[in-house]
């Protein structure tokens, strides 16, 4: 009886996670497919999740789907509004002030907010990722880091404000 609970329960945990996942699709700016430079945007926790490129709200994906990658034409600079967010999690079974004191942490440290990128021109046949990192301590900094994804290379990187 004990493994029919248990095989139900990991049956269900499969569904449901089966059920929630969601998969990339490629978002074209670009005329000519042939020069493109393509962009991923790095969900996760901290993540990132695109709004407005160049002022244009992009459309919504399919169901089960978000926009990664974003193919851009070479050459010219790009204005990309993303959503950053980053949640700290808190550790259960503190005493109260212990408690007061982790979540005024947590609080100064989560991030969820648009931020406008600067995007410098990218390279024709190159891939790249954006990606959202918390620096250490109490607040952090917030940066949205821009890498060449062949080399590892930075390529810009841009501080921002939690609030």
Not at 57 to 85: M, S
Not at 128 to 134: A, E, G, N, S, W
């Amino acid at each position: 009886m004990k493994y029919v609970k248990l095989i139900s329960i990991v049956i269900i945990g499969i569904s449901i996670v089966s059920c929630s996942t969601t998969s990339p699709a490629p978002y074209s700016f670009a005329a000519d497919e042939a020069e493109t430079a393509k962009l991923n945007i790095v969900r996760g926790n901290p993540g990132l999740a695109v709004v407005y490129v160049d002022g244009d709200e992009l459309p919504p994906p399919a169901e089960k789907t978000y926009w990664d990658p974003l193919i851009f034409p070479p050459g010219k600079p790009i204005n990309i509004t993303v959503h950053a967010y980053y949640q700290q999690s808190t550790a259960s079974n503190q005493g109260l002030l212990t408690a007061l004191i982790t979540s005024a942490i947590v609080s100064s440290r989560s991030v969820d907010r648009d931020v406008s990128f600067e995007c410098p021109p990218l390279e024709a046949g190159k891939n790249y990722k954006l990606v959202f990192r918390k620096g250490a301590g109490t607040t952090g900094k917030n940066l949205l880091v821009l890498t060449d994804t062949s080399t590892g290379k930075t390529i810009h990187n841009q501080e921002f404000e939690s609030k």
